[in-house]
């Protein structure tokens, strides 16, 4: 069974910086495309980053060149690191990881396991 746990949320002000980990236990982390998500209350869950199995990122336009998505299958754990937030980051962020995939997946209904997520909220 595969767990999936996020970590790293709070509150920081805009312009600040956070870092998100998350853990995934169970099956092979190496073998999984990993990503990140985000959601508000009343919106779909929206695609942040992914980083496929030979460690190729690929990130949203809305957080290009702000947020930075690695991983380091020595330690089965996905991060984000986030840099000069703004208001409209705010969100609940999810981990994801999807078996027996290939490519670059950008969709939630394409990954298999997901976190119980963590909130991040920027402040003015």
């Known amino acids: 069974q595969v767990h999936v746990v996020e970590s790293g949320g709070g509150t920081v002000q805009a312009g600040g910086s956070l870092r998100l980990s998350c853990t995934v236990s169970?099956?092979?982390?190496?073998?999984?495309?990993v990503g990140w998500f985000r959601q508000t209350p009343g919106k779909e869950r929206e695609f942040v980053a992914t980083i496929n199995v030979i460690n190729l990122p690929t990130h949203a336009t809305s957080v290009k060149g702000r947020f930075t998505i690695s991983r380091d299958n020595t330690k089965n754990m996905l991060f984000l690191q986030m840099k000069s937030l703004k208001l409209e980051d705010t969100a609940v962020y999810y981990c994801?990881?999807?078996?027996?995939?290939?490519?670059?997946?950008?969709?939630?209904?394409?990954?298999?396991?997901w976190g119980q997520g963590t909130q991040v909220t920027v402040s003015s």
């Open positions: 994801a990881a999807a078996a027996n995939e290939h490519g670059i997946l950008v969709e939630a209904s394409e990954y298999d396991y």
């Open positions: 169970g099956g092979t982390f190496s073998n999984y495309i």
